[in-house]
T-cell receptor, first 110, second 115 residues
């Protein structure tokens, strides 16, 4: 079964806008929730990650919001730029084993 | 620090042929993963090594896929015989696995096309 559900499948945002991608999980044993950014022809690159003992983590324009009771977490990209156009994957991990969402293709229009 | 290296970057083979992919993880990383990424989907774990032992290979199609990690460093993933549905990008990743450091680093992947 799908351990991590990600939405939306695709997202179009104007330059300067906020991009929001959501993920939900079922297994409460997950203890690490990373987000990856993938450009065409490249492997996924770790963008930002959070552990369930905090509700928010911010690194530059990227913020993870984490809702443990709802078993949901989301990625917010502030001031979205055309260079942010890529596919974003959420993941959840337990004991160093990772389960990935299906990906969100983000297109930031100039 | 050098990243995860993979070769070849691209491979085209006919169905029923065999193919092998190579991965060199980041130095000192104890955990090595092979993922299959089908176009438009997230990576799916095929096999996970801890040093040179297999931690999880539950989703590896063992009738045609095999993998080994020699001396706990480099790893090879083999497909024999290949099927059309094996067309995908094969990603190798590694992580330190120390003090619950779960940061995982991916290589560029090998794009396999089976015709």
């Amino acid at each position: 079964q799908q351990q991590v559900k990600q939405s939306p499948q695709s997202l179009i945002v104007q330059k300067g806008g906020i991009s929001i991608i959501n993920c939900a999980y079922e297994n409460t044993a997950f203890d690490y929730f990373p987000w990856y950014q993938q450009f065409p022809g490249k492997g996924p690159a770790l963008l930002i990650a959070i552990r369930p003992d905090v509700s928010e983590k911010k690194e530059g324009r990227f913020t993870i919001s984490f809702n443990k009771s709802a078993k949901q977490f989301s990625l917010h990209i502030m001031d979205s730029q055309p260079g942010d156009s890529a596919t974003y994957f959420c993941a959840a991990s337990n004991f160093n084993k990772f389960y990935f969402g299906s990906g969100t293709k983000l297109n930031v229009k100039p | 620090e050098a990243g995860v290296a993979q070769s070849p970057r691209y491979k085209i083979i006919e169905k029923r042929q065999s193919v092998a992919f190579w991965c060199n993880p980041i130095s000192g990383h104890a955990t090595l993963y092979w993922y299959q990424q089908i176009l438009g989907q997230g990576p799916k774990l095929l096999i996970q090594f801890q040093n040179n032992g297999v931690v999880d290979d539950s989703q590896l199609p063992k009738d045609r896929f095999s993998a080994e990690r020699l001396k706990g460093v480099d790893s090879t993933l083999k497909i024999q015989p290949a099927k059309l549905e094996d067309s995908a990008v094969y990603l190798c990743a590694s992580s330190l696995f120390a003090q619950k450091n779960y940061e995982q680093y991916f290589g560029p992947g090998t794009r396999l096309t089976v015709t």
